[in-house]
Every structure is written in structure tokens, then in C-alpha cells.
């Protein structure tokens, strides 16, 4: 049992490349979020996923484009790298219902130069 | 605009000594509140969480206190130790908000000094 892991750990882009940072959870939840961590900003929420097949935009999502293909996986892409999106990006899961509690990846850390 | 606040960034507590967290928050309708620890390197893991019918909750040697009418919580660690060092985040969310969206704090890098 995994629980949540994330690809790549870390990553160099020039700015206007292109990527996808993929998640994957192997505890059978139903939701699924991508956050960035910037200092002093705390977590701010990108987009998330309530279901496999749905998204939605959260606090910050421009610039980013997600995928919910499969239960277990949510991609998220920059399709044109901006120095902005330097950050640690992380993914979370839950199961649905009334426990909040969310499950965090590792994390992976993007530098755009 | 940032709808959990919390301070300070950082602090330096001696071991065995009392940490203390605060946050704010503007939104009445939040109904939970977590605290979550991240320590170097690693993803945030929830560490202890309220709900506003009660003023405080206990876990060990962390206790976090509920003032509904200031719209305030706080973590407190009690004889804190050097394997507390790590940054903390207060968030809040409320059961019909659209996927339970958690609204995080800034968060606080907390070190304990041996």
C-alpha cells in the first residue's frame, strides 16, 4: 500500500516547455486535488476531482489543465512553462463522505527558468 | 485573498517549552477545522482536527482551543520536542462546500531548540 505517490520528484523546465506531473493513489478514493506551496502562501488549491471522469478549478488554476481518466490517477499539465509556476506541487486524495482528512504526496518540486 | 490566517510565520521554542499557533478565519459557514505537519521534504499529514461544537480537543501533547465567536483556533504543543520541528498548517472547510475544498493558512516553521 503506496497511499499516494507523485512523478517526477523534481524537474527543470525553460519557460514555454511543456509537462505533465503525474498522481496516483492506490487507496480507492473518490476525490483528488493538486496544490502548490510557495513560501508564506501556503497550500493553494489548483483544480480537483470528485469523481473519476470530473474536474473543477480551485483558487489558482490558470495556466494548469488537469485529467481524471482512471479513479486512481490525476495528471496535471502546463502546457506553456512560466517562471510564476516555480513551486512544490502536491497531491492529495479522500475517501468521500464525512471524513475531510486528505492524503498528501510527497510532493514534486518545478523550476521554470 | 486569503481566508485562513495564521501567525506567526516562524517561531523558536526551547524543548519542553509551550508552542502556540493561531489562526483566523472569515468565513462562518467553515464547520472543520484540521491542522496538518509537514516536515522537510515531505507532504503535509493531518494531525489533529475540530469542529466548532466544541472549544478544545486534546491528542497527546497537542491540544488545539475553538473560540467560535472571535473566529479563532490555535495549536498548542505542550512539552514541545525536537521532533516537532516542522511547519504547520491550520485550514478549514465546511461540509456543502463543493468537493470539501480545505482552505489552507499561511503556516509556521516551528523549531525546537534542545
Known amino acids: 500500500n503506496a497511499g499516494v505517490t507523485q512523478t517526477p520528484k523534481f524537474r527543470v523546465l525553460k519557460t514555454g516547455q511543456s509537462m505533465t506531473l503525474l498522481c496516483a493513489q492506490d487507496?480507492?478514493?473518490?476525490?483528488m486535488y493538486w496544490y502548490r506551496q510557495d513560501p508564506g502562501m501556503g497550500l493553494r488549491l489548483i483544480h480537483y476531482s470528485v469523481g473519476e471522469g470530473t474536474t473543477a478549478k480551485g483558487e489558482v488554476p490558470d495556466g494548469y489543465n488537469v485529467s481524471r481518466l482512471k479513479k486512481q490517477n490525476f495528471l496535471l499539465g502546463l502546457e506553456s512553462a512560466a517562471p510564476s509556476q516555480t513551486s512544490v506541487y502536491f497531491c492529495a486524495s479522500r475517501m468521500s463522505g464525512s471524513k475531510y482528512e486528505q492524503y498528501f504526496g510527497p510532493g514534486t518540486r518545478l523550476t521554470v527558468t | 485573498q486569503q481566508q485562513v490566517k495564521q501567525s506567526p510565520q516562524s517561531l523558536i521554542v526551547q524543548k519542553g517549552g509551550i508552542s502556540i499557533i493561531n489562526c483566523a478565519y472569515e468565513?462562518?459557514?467553515?464547520?472543520?477545522f484540521p491542522w496538518y505537519q509537514q516536515f522537510p521534504g515531505k507532504g503535509p499529514a493531518l494531525l489533529i482536527a475540530?469542529?466548532?461544537?466544541?472549544s478544545e480537543k486534546k491528542e497527546g501533547r497537542f491540544t488545539i482551543s475553538f473560540n467560535k465567536s472571535a473566529k479563532q483556533f490555535s495549536l498548542h504543543i505542550m512539552d514541545s520536542q525536537p521532533g516537532d520541528s516542522a511547519t504547520y498548517f491550520c485550514a478549514a472547510t465546511f461540509s456543502k462546500a463543493a468537493g470539501n475544498k480545505l482552505t489552507f493558512g499561511g503556516g509556521t516553521r516551528v523549531l525546537v531548540k534542545p
Open positions: 487507496m480507492n478514493h473518490e476525490y
Open positions: 475540530i469542529r466548532p461544537d466544541v
Open positions: 468565513n462562518t459557514a467553515f464547520d472543520y
